[in-house]
């Protein structure tokens, strides 16, 4: 067993769709403004995805507490990928972290939209530890083999992050719940459609996604990304036996 550590001190921009599709069609239709309006205004309401979190979504004696339990969490995992582009394949690994794992969010804001997304950034700062087994990094290796032609030497890796809302079990708004259980297809009347009603903001909110790479983008998709990151543009650091090779 060693420890990983990754060191975060930087910004990030994050994607937030405007737009859901209705499953039943392929009619869209646009997230009520509300939404991104509620997320800009509670970066203290920001914490790391750990075990003091997640483990409450087993525990069906517990009750979802809006003063004190964060409205967003944030996830991050791995992705292990071939340093050549054209090498398609990979495997992404979720790890969890410890309660005593924190990070602090900060200077939130907008920093433009197009048609089909809203780009804004968030500065983390902070460092998340874990206990990287060597039947983990085994796990990792085999699945590289499986999912990619690349030998082990020719590995990469990536950072992805996903910031999504603390809803995620009808226990933690009982009322709210219910009555979209009963009717699923029914339309949040308009006037109730704010940032001050926080079971609809949690129910409803997408989840925005970030992405560090290990380099510069090169396919025609990549090309065409507003806010393309580098692991090596940012203040980022690995330590640790398995992840400190990654550094840039």
């Given at each position: ?238 330590e640790g036996k398995y992840l400190s090779p990654y550094n840039i």
């Amino acid at each position: 067993m060693a420890k990983s550590t990754i060191k975060l001190d930087d910004n990030f921009v994050f994607e937030f769709p405007k737009k859901k599709q209705d499953p039943t069609t392929t009619e869209e239709s646009y997230y009520p403004k509300c939404l991104f309006e509620h997320l800009l205004s509670n970066e203290d309401r920001i914490e790391i995805a750990h075990k003091g979190i997640t483990s409450k979504f087993i525990d069906w004696k517990y009750k979802f507490n809006p003063i004190t339990d964060p409205f967003y969490i944030l996830e991050i995992s791995l992705s292990f990928c071939s340093k050549d582009e054209n090498e398609l394949g990979g495997y992404r690994w979720e790890f969890s972290v410890s309660e005593e794992n924190k990070l602090v969010f900060s200077d939130i804001k907008k920093l433009e939209e197009d048609d089909n997304l809203i780009y804004f950034s968030v500065k983390i700062q902070g460092e998340i530890t874990w206990d990287f087994t060597p039947n983990q990094w085994d796990k990792i290796k085999q699945n590289m083999k499986r999912f990619s032609k690349c030998t082990w030497d020719e590995v990469a890796l990536d950072i992805n992050m996903q910031l999504r809302s603390n809803f995620l079990h009808p226990r933690y708004f009982p009322e709210y719940t219910q009555s979209t259980i009963k009717s699923p297809n029914r339309e949040i009347p308009e006037s109730e459609q704010t940032s001050d009603n926080l079971p609809f903001v949690l129910d409803k909110i997408p989840n925005s996604l970030a992405t560090i790479y290990h380099r510069e983008p090169k396919r025609n998709w990549e090309l065409s990304e507003k806010h393309w990151m580098k692991l090596s543009d940012k203040n980022i650091t690995f330590e640790g036996k398995y992840l400190s090779p990654y550094n840039i």
